[in-house]
């Protein structure tokens, strides 16, 4: 159970329109990232994958079986979501037992380990625990679930470099070793550019686009030199994030890689780099 | 093995090339087992699908291949096919590009000669005026 099918879902809360008919096909064993900026939709969404809230119009579908109240369906998502749910006077170790009665599956063991490696006091009582910590909590929960989806919100909140690191290699590790789906809703995009398939943004509501981001990058690349220059590579080309210190002046040209035109960047000494997705993001969503 | 995330060429093909290198330099010898898909893609934070890419375009030019159920193995003779392929784009790559380089720095033919040949050429060049 590993396919998610979002066909014509709406979600409306008295006049605003948080969702307005989204069809998205996730598939089976892939890493998505969901991204939008803040009060696109993102965690709404996530929220009726996982029966939390309705759809106004629409309905959710995994591997075509209904999410609304569907106990058996819904014992497959784990969902680490950005609030604290967990009971805040419990301690760590006991609610790791306590998530075990509700996903059989959910590997105590790893979960002692992981909690070990990253240095969380499994002693500890979840109220407190610093952000950090907190982050780390629930994600270790998740990971050790043994879902066959993964729905992560702002899985890296709080986390230091060296624990984010260790958190995505972890997450890379553990699904090469039981693939599952996976879905990152982040706003640290660069970070998670390699490590996701796909992309899927999301604009006020609104589907913008559910690519690889090889081939979105593909479709995209940088060119920079002097100012006056960029101006005229750039001239009657379709371009965003034009940025310039000084003199000097960059741009990200919509256009495949292959069609950019190296005689003219060499004749004006321009230089050209790769596109970069957050580059592609802003001007998508702005 | 080194992966530049701003580099234009796909990480896929980046990975490829450097597992290339490893080849060329002896890291990883013929008939030898290599880094799995999966420690790659674990330390350089990739996903597994691209590092997988990367991997099999070795693959499909008879350079790595797959041992069921072992892993990916360095081909015997993949050195020297390694070693054709680049010498074939040596030309393309390293050449024409210099020679681009030298003609925006007015180094002429002759100097960068005398520079393959001696080391600094125009160093060489400016201690003759000065004599």
């Known amino acids: 159970m590993k396919t998610i099918q979002i066909k014509g879902v709406s979600k409306v809360y008295g006049y605003t329109k948080a969702l307005d008919k989204v069809d998205i096909t996730i598939e089976s064993d892939r890493i998505y990232g969901l991204l939008g900026r803040n009060g696109a939709g993102k965690t709404t969404l996530l929220n009726l994958m996982t029966n939390r809230i309705f759809p106004t119009e629409g309905e959710i579908l995994i591997d075509g079986e209904t999410v609304f109240e569907n106990d058996r369906v819904l014992g497959n998502i784990f969902y680490m979501t950005e609030k604290n749910l967990y009971p805040e006077d419990e301690r760590v170790r006991n609610i790791y037992k306590w998530i075990k009665e509700f996903y059989p599956s959910f590997d105590v063991e790893y979960a002692k380990d992981l909690s070990e490696r990253f240095g969380l006091d499994t002693k500890k009582r979840v109220k407190s625990l610093s952000t950090g910590y907190t982050s780390i909590f629930k994600a270790v929960a998740a990971l050790a679930s043994n879902a066959d989806i993964l729905l992560l919100d702002e899985p890296v909140l709080g986390l230091d470099a060296n624990h984010r690191d260790m958190f995505y290699k972890e997450l890379i590790s553990n699904y090469s070793e039981s693939p599952k789906t996976i879905i990152i809703s982040t706003h640290l995009i660069e970070e998670v550019a390699s490590i996701i398939e796909e992309a899927i943004i999301i604009k006020e509501g609104k589907l913008v686009l559910k690519q690889s981001v090889e081939e979105l990058l593909s479709g995209a690349y940088m060119v920079s030199g002097e100012a006056s220059k960029v101006d005229k590579y750039i001239q009657g080309r379709k371009c965003i994030g034009i940025d310039s210190i000084g003199s000097f002046k960059s741009a990200t040209v919509l256009e495949a890689v292959n069609n950019k035109d190296e005689a003219l960047a060499e004749e004006l000494e321009l230089e050209f780099g790769k596109a970069e997705l957050q580059k592609l993001f802003i001007s998508l969503t702005t | ?131």
């Open chain 2, 1 to 131: 093995m080194l992966i530049d995330f701003n580099s234009e060429k796909p990480i896929y093909l980046q990975l490829a090339e450097a597992i290339e290198d490893n080849i060329l330099k002896g890291i990883f010898e013929e008939e030898t087992q290599i880094v799995s898909t999966t420690e790659i893609s674990v330390k350089y934070k990739i996903n597994p699908a691209t590092a997988g890419k990367g991997v099999n375009v070795l693959v499909d030019e008879g350079i790595l291949y797959k041992k069921r159920g072992l892993g990916m193995f360095v081909s015997a003779g993949a050195k020297e096919k390694i070693l054709e392929k680049r010498r074939n784009s040596f030309y393309k790559e390293y050449v024409q590009s210099l020679l681009e380089e030298a003609a925006k720095l007015s180094i002429s033919k002759e100097d960068i000669i005398k520079m393959i040949v001696g080391g600094n050429g125009i160093e060489d060049n400016s201690d003759k005026g000065s004599k």
